[in-house]
């Protein structure tokens, strides 16, 4: 059985066999009584994804506004890096720390763009599909989550059975994008929200998809787009995923981040062990670093859009 971690306002976790009566207080690093609980996005009206970038470096998106701030999870802070021009959203992105670029999922405005991490620069913007209505109205389109590869980044789309595919060339330019269309499970649209966290092993040569409404796994052929199931993980409301090696640590809508243990051949895997937060309040995406997950609140739960005061990141032990 998978165990459970609770994480208080103080950083003290327990671990909680689950359906058992019996329980285990764990030790907290002694490091850890300098780590930040919470890092405000300051001036943020939305949240949603996160990146990790040089260091100890994280870049956090505002969802309905196109913002991306930049912060540090050692010291706790994070301010304002680029003011997108209006009509930009900010939903999952990843950094390309190569060439100095960080690739941004564009949500319901059917768009991608690509900024330059020492300026702040639009390098290069994509329109994959045509734009949805303004919420809360029913999306059409969903440009939801990005992974960055050798070869190029990959998007996902939650309301079309399709990945796009942006190629990197030698010099980390961006070109062109294709749609790959999907086959087998991960093709499912037959949700409000589909396809949506992603992330990429064997140096970009297998994707791992997360399927929001079927609360799955997906491992998808980037060549074909063919896609099956990752037998025995049951992860509802499942949105951002973060891999590392054979553990994946996927982030749930209903305030929990469940840890995977993927077989090599990435065909299973079974649910280990479950993160939970009295700080969180409906946590969408995670990265790890150094033993923590950095874990945005998304609040979903005071409506699309929400409507929260503050939005902020959130660490917890791994």
Not at 94 to 115: C, E, I
Not at 121 to 140: I, L, R
Not at 185 to 211: K, M, Q, S, W, Y
């Amino acid at each position: 059985m998978p165990t459970t971690r609770r994480t208080t306002g103080s950083l003290r976790a327990a671990v909680l066999v689950t359906g058992v009566v019996a329980l285990t207080v764990t030790t907290v690093p002694p490091a850890a009584a300098s780590w930040p609980e919470v890092i405000v996005l300051p001036g943020a009206t939305s949240a949603e994804g996160i990146a990790a970038g040089a260091g100890d470096t994280f870049y956090a998106g505002d969802l309905f506004a196109g913002d991306v701030f930049r912060g540090d999870l050692e010291a706790g802070t994070a301010e304002l890096f680029i003011d997108a021009p209006e009509g930009r959203w900010a939903v999952g992105m990843d950094a390309d720390l190569r060439h100095g670029l960080l690739y941004v999922a564009g949500g319901g405005t059917g768009q991608a763009y690509v900024y330059d991490l020492h300026s702040g620069e639009t390098v290069a913007e994509y329109q994959f599909a045509p734009p949805s209505p303004a919420p809360p109205a029913a999306f059409t389109t969903l440009v939801n989550d990005v992974v960055v590869t050798p070869a190029g980044a990959w998007f996902t789309d939650s309301r079309r059975a399709v990945l796009y595919h942006v190629p990197i060339d030698a010099s980390g330019r961006p070109g062109p994008f294709r749609t790959l269309p999907l086959h087998g499970p991960a093709a499912d649209t037959a949700g409000e929200i589909n396809l949506n966290g992603i992330d990429a092993a064997r140096h970009g040569g297998t994707l791992v998809v997360a399927h929001s409404t079927n609360g799955e796994l997906y491992t998808v052929d980037p060549a074909t787009g063919d896609s099956a199931v990752v037998a025995g993980v049951s992860v509802p409301s499942v949105d951002g995923i973060e891999l590392h090696r054979d553990s994946l640590w996927a982030v749930q809508n209903t305030n929990r981040v469940s840890e995977v243990r993927l077989s090599p051949d990435l065909a299973s895997g079974s649910v280990v062990e479950v993160v939970t937060s009295d700080l969180f309040q409906t946590p969408a995406t995670a990265i790890r670093h150094e033993g923590r997950l950095a874990v945005v609140n998304a609040k979903f739960d005071t409506g699309i859009p929400p409507t929260a005061s503050q939005y902020e990141v959130v660490l917890v032990h791994d």
